[in-house]
């Protein structure tokens, strides 16, 4: 490895809601653990790997400059998003008319929302469903209608088109969201899946979100597709949302944005977005970005994702052979399970609440899978060292699943 992935980060007191919320009883923030244990932070969808260099560096260099006034978005900032999509996803095509800026994902699912339907339109979203769908759509006024994913006879989850199909045209829905890869379940949709899919929609005349903040970590082995070129009815129906945040653990910076083919839908989304007249760029995450969209930020991308890689086959492994009753998917991208602890709990006499709080006060900050319609559920972040992974499935061991 050139980078470093090893590093346990002492993140006290540098602004990280990962550590600093345990125990606030704010949202669904874990419990503090009990004294003697430390906290290892898996549950908020941040990494605990330090960034890529090359984004301090450029950071620290525009900081040097000490004006910071009013600027628009450089040629540098564009062509690095052009040639990422083209190089690391096979787009082409792509202009800097399509992208437009976005405060981040779910704003932009927001205003793409807006653009698409009326508050109190019924959205079809695939459940488990991501926290921040439900929140961000139901303070919105939107009513989610959710058709459940299922897992087959290999584990593996998957879109159920009948039930979508019985929803589009039963229930006047007009537009829909597809997360991909899908967080919390971690699948990357094949070419076919995603084809099937938009079919159903150009049917229905549903237009489309696609959630690809997760597009840069998938797994060795599997291949995003993004959504918009699955087919020319694709590019015209569908807004695809994008950031480096999750790639480049650049979150705090906030910086995403949205690709757009059809005009009159570009122009229609930069109204929406401009509404609250907060929308707008900041320019150290312009220069962040460019950074990391580099052919150094690709390879670093590459080796987070072979590390991402063991993390994921050390802990479904350590599940397997040391957790008989508890169930999860390997995930094929992002770095999250989802844990389906439903037969343990049943088998044990114990609740899912029991479970959390047994983990939480041993230092393990996992996250509570109900909120994402996972009824027996828990979310567990596997972005740190393996050695953090390891200690983790140590403590559950011998507290937790005993």
């Known amino acids: 490895m050139s980078y470093d992935f090893t590093t346990v980060l002492d993140r006290r007191g540098k602004d990280a809601l990962a550590l600093d919320a345990l125990g606030s009883g704010s949202g669904f923030a874990p419990a503090a653990p009990k004294e003697g244990f430390d906290i290892i932070p898996m549950w908020v969808a941040d990494m605990n790997f330090p960034a890529f260099p090359a984004i301090t560096d450029a950071i620290i ?28 996803h096979g787009v082409t095509g792509l202009e800097p008319a399509h992208i437009g800026y976005e405060n981040g994902v779910l704003g932009g699912v927001v205003s793409a929302l807006n653009v698409f339907c009326s508050r109190g339109d019924r959205v079809l979203v695939h459940s488990p469903t991501y926290v921040g769908f439900t929140g ?4 919105c006024g939107y009513r989610i209608v959710h058709s459940p994913l299922t897992v ?26 597809l997360c991909s890869p899908h967080n919390p379940c971690g699948r990357v949709w094949e070419h076919w899946e995603l084809e099937r899919a938009m079919e159903l929609y150009a049917k229905y005349d549903v237009s489309v ?52 083919y059809d005009r009159r839908l570009q122009d229609r989304l930069k109204k929406e977005s401009s509404l609250s007249h907060y929308n707008e760029m900041n320019v150290l995450s312009m220069h962040a970005l460019i950074a990391a969209y580099s052919p150094e930020g690709e390879r670093w991308t590459n080796e987070l994702c072979q590390v991402l890689e063991g993390n994921i086959d050390y802990a479904c492994g350590y599940i397997r052979s040391h957790f008989p009753g508890v169930w999860t998917a390997r995930p094929q991208g992002t770095y999250m399970l989802f844990l389906d602890c439903a037969r343990w709990c049943e088998e044990h006499g114990r609740t899912i609440e029991q479970v959390l709080k047994a983990g939480w006060d041993v230092g393990v900050a996992w996250q509570d899978g109900r909120p994402f319609h996972g009824p027996c559920h828990i979310r567990m972040n596997l972005a740190l060292p393996l050695s953090r992974v390891q200690e983790a499935f140590r403590r559950l061991s011998q507290y937790v699943f005993c």
């Open 136 to 139: 961000s759509l139901s303070n």
């Open 152 to 177: 087959d006879s290999g584990g593996v989850w998957r879109m159920d088109y009948e039930d979508m199909e019985r929803k589009l045209a039963g229930q006047q829905i007009h537009a829909a969201i």
């Open 209 to 260: 979100i696609s959630d690809e903040i997760w597009s840069d970590l998938v797994l060795p082995g599997f291949q995003h597709i993004p959504t918009q070129t699955i087919s020319q009815d694709a590019r015209r129906r569908t807004v695809a949302l994008y950031a480096p945040s999750k790639t480049f653990n650049l979150a705090g910076l906030v910086g995403s944005y949205h690709v757009a």
């Open 61 to 88: 260099r525009r900081a040097q400059h000490p004006v910071y006034g009013y600027f628009s978005p450089s040629q540098d900032y564009y062509d690095a998003i052009i040639r990422w999509h083209r190089d690391r």
